[in-house]
């Protein structure tokens, strides 16, 4: 059975252009995440979606992020415009439906980015 | 202070070596207590899940938690080179999603 599969690996962009990263998570996994993870840190949620419905994104900095999750299977997290600070690796991650802080998560190998 | 600490290390130890990682946590809400591991450049991996409070063993690992101290531990027993990864503690309560630590850097050394 495939993971959850993540594109592009490593994306290198010029600040103030847009980028957008995909995921597709485990089949039957009703619930994504999409966390962020500057170098030497631990991941920091920055949405969570039940099936289509975006149930936390308290965390997202909306002004220049928005994500999308269509027909309750694949998502795009897009950036746009970039800055330096975004620097960092992209991680989605799913989960079966069911308590939240239960859920056991299955991670992709996750987006780095580089903004220069 | 954040909601879960994490000391980052590096720790570096040598093959056959006891290891042990901690965490605290400041929320008495958290129930649900997992260690992930992370290779280089590759995405978390799930070694541990732990409900409540209690200990639990796989093989050569063990984690347990104390929830009256707010305090979490992953022990490796007879440790190998392919231990050598960052750790990382993420806990949650019953509505939320993980939250991790900083993850600490492990090097076992032949």
């Known amino acids: 059975e495939a993971g959850v599969v993540q594109s592009p690996r490593y994306k290198i962009i010029e600040k103030k252009q847009p980028v957008a990263f995909w995921c597709n998570p485990i089949s039957g996994h009703n619930t994504l995440y999409w966390y962020r993870q500057n170098l030497g840190q631990g991941p920091e949620l920055l949405i969570r979606y039940e099936n289509e419905e975006a149930v936390d994104d308290s965390q997202l900095p909306k002004d220049r992020f928005s994500a999308e999750r269509l027909k309750g299977v694949d998502s795009t997290l897009k950036i746009q415009p970039a800055e330096l600070g975004d620097s960092a690796v992209y991680l989605c991650?799913?989960?079966?439906?069911?308590?939240?802080?239960?859920?056991?998560?299955?991670f992709g190998a996750g987006s780095r980015l580089t903004v220069l | 202070q954040k909601e879960v600490e994490q000391d980052p290390g590096p720790l570096s130890v040598p093959e056959g070596a006891i290891v042990s990682l901690n965490c605290t946590y400041s929320n008495s809400a958290f129930q649900y207590f997992m260690w992930y591991r992370q290779y280089s450049r590759k995405g978390p991996e799930l070694l541990m899940y732990?409900?409540?409070?209690g200990n639990k063993e796989d093989g050569r690992f063990t984690a347990q938690v104390d929830k009256s101290s707010k305090y979490i531990s992953l022990f490796i027993r007879d440790s190998q080179p392919s231990d050598s990864a960052t750790y990382l503690c993420?806990?949650?309560?019953?509505?939320?999603?993980?939250?991790f630590g900083k993850g600490t850097t492990l090097s076992v050394s032949s």
């Open positions: 732990t409900y409540s409070s």
């Open positions: 991650a799913s989960s079966l439906e069911g308590t939240a802080g239960a859920n056991v998560l299955t």
């Open positions: 993420a806990m949650s309560d019953s509505g939320t999603a993980l939250i």
